[in-house]
Nanobody
């Protein structure tokens, strides 16, 4: 059974940086895809970035050039480096995992960007 534990959220000023981490448990197959999603108040959860075990990455247009997803397969951990943060990036960030599609979600970590 896959379990995901996020860390690294917090309060940061606009233009600042944060790094999120997500430690996963489960088989390599079950965590082939590790991804980050976010949900802002009053909005639907949206895709942020994903990385496969083989190294393929994808990003939402809104974060391209500012956020970088990476993973350490040996540690079963995925990271999200967030730079040039904007107030609009304020949300609860969720780690997600699955073999091809996302099937398991973490509890989420709050990221708040102040102006």
């Amino acid at each position: 059974q896959v379990q995901l534990v996020e860390s690294g959220g917090g309060l940061v000023q606009a233009g600042g940086s944060l790094r999120l981490s997500c430690a996963a448990s489960g088989s390599a197959f079950s965590i082939n895809v590790l991804a980050w999603y976010r949900q802002a108040p009053g909005k639907q959860r949206e895709f942020v970035a994903s990385a496969t075990r083989g190294g393929t990455t994808n990003y939402a247009d809104s974060v391209k050039g500012r956020f970088t997803i990476s993973r350490d397969n040996a540690k079963k951990t995925v990271y999200l480096a967030m730079n040039s943060l904007e107030v609009e990036d304020t949300a609860v960030y969720y780690c997600a995992a699955g073999p091809l599609d996302v099937r398991t979600w973490g509890q989420g970590t709050q990221v708040t960007v102040s102006s």
